[in-house]
């Protein structure tokens, strides 16, 4: 807004110049792309007698009426050419700016240019949710798993390395609303709310055990029509657990965005990454806004479910549930901060200082699997699973974030037509959370291709151009 002509405008007479002729001002290109420009035009002014807009009849020309001091007076008038005063002109001007400023007020106050980070129940996207007791030569141990649905084919979602379930949850919300199916999202082995007697024990063989474990106990010795589908590391147990025939009754295979040549190169810098991410967060707010921020998640609504099974929270400094090395941290950096209130002579603030302390020890939230303690099993996950997948004898789909993340062998393999491909660009890693809805009509489609399933709600396929 340009409070300097406003001051301009006002600093002139009320009284009309009949000497000068009807100026015409131009805004700037911005007042006149916003409409301001709709109020710069001054119309004609009105005359005294004897100038020429009387027609030479010393009548007062139309719009006006004779003062008792002999001068003309404007009279407003629908008609837009009709004269009125400066005045006028600044009073619709000052209307405009006020009326702007009110506007600009409520939109910076209003709740939708807000993000809101804070966590939502997984009871939004999944109806149930079950804790699996699978009895082996270990003992006893219990998988956490969500689902959906109530009949058609079983889609077995596996997450990525220190992802959860809840990472399918918008996924789950998409596809369920396209065709019959019903879900079981799986928190892997120490993963999520999984709870096993050796969670450190993350090879490919234990992971595909108990992908077939969970499936035997869920639906015993004849289970339903099951398509595995798994993000990263999930998909490479999908295709060892397909390759193994852990689950007998196995319609189809689905990966995303795993392709060997493409995880292998990565596992050199995966520790680089591991490294650069916070340790701990302050709240569960902290850590989706951190998620969405730093580009790990780039969909809000995913983030917002999905990270509340990535972090916990630290119970205490001797807890095993938050890392020794952050409670010292945290200490440090307190006695630092007492030590100058001391010198101050700040004993108040001290004893808040501690009170402070052990609530933020309280409160820390840190990643519920240490990523960078399974270096070991990264080969196995990843070492000749193109071979792998392109062996499995069931239809196979193939989502990437971008074409050029194909290694050789899937190439060849998929010009020879092994299996189906397509490419969903301007996504992150995590396909499935920043394009779910993408991802859903990819793999509806592909089930109703091969007549596996039906569509429901008006669903129509979508076929990929590769």
Known sequence: MDYRRLQHFANLSAKPDYDAPPPLRRESPAAEASGLG?????????????????????????????????????????????????????????????????????????????????????????????????????????????????????????????????????????????????????????????????????????????????????????????????????GAIAVHTAVANLVPSLLGLCMIDVVEGTAMDALNSMQNFLRSRPKTFTSLENAIEWSVKSGQIRNLESARVSMVGQVKQCEGAASPECPKAIVEGIIEEEEEEDEEDEEGGGSVNKRKKEDDTETKKEHLYTWRIELAKTEKYWDGWFRGLSNLFLSCPTPKLLLLAGVDRLDKDLTIGQMQGKFQMQVLPQCGHAVHEDAPDKVAEAVATFLIRHRFTEPIGGFQCVFPAC
């Open 38 to 234: 709709l109020f710069c035009r001054i119309p004609p002014q009105a005359a005294p007698p004897g100038n020429r807009r009387l027609g030479g009849s010393g009548t007062l020309p139309q719009g006006t009426r004779s003062g008792a001091s002999g001068t003309t007076t404007p009279i407003m008038h629908r008609d837009p050419t009709a004269p009125y005063y400066r005045t006028d002109y600044i009073s619709q001007k000052i209307f405009l700016i006020y009326t702007c400023f009110l506007l600009d007020i409520f939109l910076s106050c209003s709740p939708g240019r807000k993000r809101d980070f804070s966590p939502v129940l997984w009871s939004q996207y999944f109806e149930s949710m079950e804790d699996v007791v699978v009895e082996n030569e270990t003992g006893k141990d219990t998988f956490r798993i969500y689902k959906s649905g109530l009949e058609g084919p079983v889609l077995l979602l596996l997450h990525g390395g220190g992802h959860s379930a809840l990472s399918w949850a918008v996924f789950t919300a998409a596809i369920i609303n396209r065709i019959q199916c019903r879900i079981v999202a799986l928190d892997l082995r120490g993963h999520g709310e999984t709870k096993v007697r050796n969670p450190e024990d993350l090879s490919a063989e234990t992971m595909s055990k108990d992908v077939g474990n969970v499936v035997e106990a869920l639906y015993g010795d004849l289970p339903p029509p099951i398509m595995l589908i798994g993000h990263s590391m999930g």
